[in-house]
T-cell receptor
Framework: SQTIHQWPATLVQPVGSPLSLECTVEGTSNPNLYWYRQAAGRGLQLLFYSVGIGQISSEVPQNLSASRPQDRQFILSSKKLLLSDSGFYLC?????????????FGQGTRLTVV | SQQGEEDPQALSIQEGENATMNCSYKTSINNLQWYRQNSGRGLVHLILIRSNEREKHSGRLRVTLDTSKKSSSLLITASRAADTASYFCATTPPNQGAQKLVFGQGTRLTINP
């Protein structure tokens, strides 16, 4: 069966420090991969999505970047965190080869920039 | 920008009552999906309705889709305290090779025992 792992669960980082959040998927190949951010009590904002290794689409201009070095690995990064980067970050995957398919989410990383 | 917008933003009802949440979207879609999120957790998929479907059932869930009005509703019948969560609709615009999922702001549902 497929599983998605996202870590760490919580993170407190000072302003100006770098960030690296990792997400890996098991049990499937060539997934679509997504990074979302959720502000407190709000909906999900799509940050990045990827259809293959090295292929990243950015949805909104921001202080973050994403990379997909391996088929089932998706990394969210920042060189210098801002206070506004605080939030709940969610990784998800979907089956690229099914026309109508749901997304499967990790448990999220709560990032607090102080 | 957000594609789906849920209404109401918050809903509080008594256990056993039915809960109805609505979602409106802006562009044409391939399908519309509903997700549930318990506080501080990831989202869990509930149900998917295709653009050529009008109604779908899954257990105590009933989803309707009106593409002419660009709207959908999620009905939870005989609510339970465990249904307390946030509920989100998500749409997949057509011709999106990545099956990009765009979420609304969600409805926070509270079931009072």
């Amino acid at each position: 069966s497929q599983t998605i792992h996202q870590w760490p669960a919580t993170l407190v980082q000072p302003v100006g420090s770098p960030l690296s959040l990792e997400c890996t998927v098991e049990g499937t190949s060539n997934p679509n991969l997504y990074w979302y951010r959720q502000a407190a009590g709000r909906g999900l904002q799509l940050l990045f999505y990827s259809v293959g290794i090295g292929q990243i689409s950015s949805e909104v201009p921001q202080n973050l970047s994403a990379s997909r070095p391996q088929d089932r690995q998706f990394i969210l990064s920042s060189k210098k965190l801002l206070l506004s980067d605080s939030g709940f970050y969610l990784c998800a995957w979907s089956d690229r080869f099914r026309g109508d398919t749901e997304a499967f989410f990790g448990q999220g990383t709560r990032l607090t920039v102080v | 920008s957000q594609q789906g917008e849920e209404d109401p933003q918050a809903l509080s009802i008594q256990e056993g009552e039915n809960a109805t949440m609505n979602c409106s979207y802006k562009t044409s879609i391939n399908n519309l999906q509903w997700y549930r999120q318990n506080s501080g957790r990831g989202l869990v998929h509930l149900i998917l309705i295709r653009s050529n479907e009008r109604e779908k059932h899954s257990g105590r869930l009933r989803v309707t889709l009106d593409t002419s009005k660009k709207s959908s509703s999620l009905l939870i019948t005989a609510s339970r305290a465990a249904d307390t969560a946030s509920y989100f609709c998500a749409t997949t615009p057509p011709n999106q090779g990545a099956q990009k999922l765009v979420f609304g702001q969600g409805t926070r549902l509270t079931i009072n025992p």
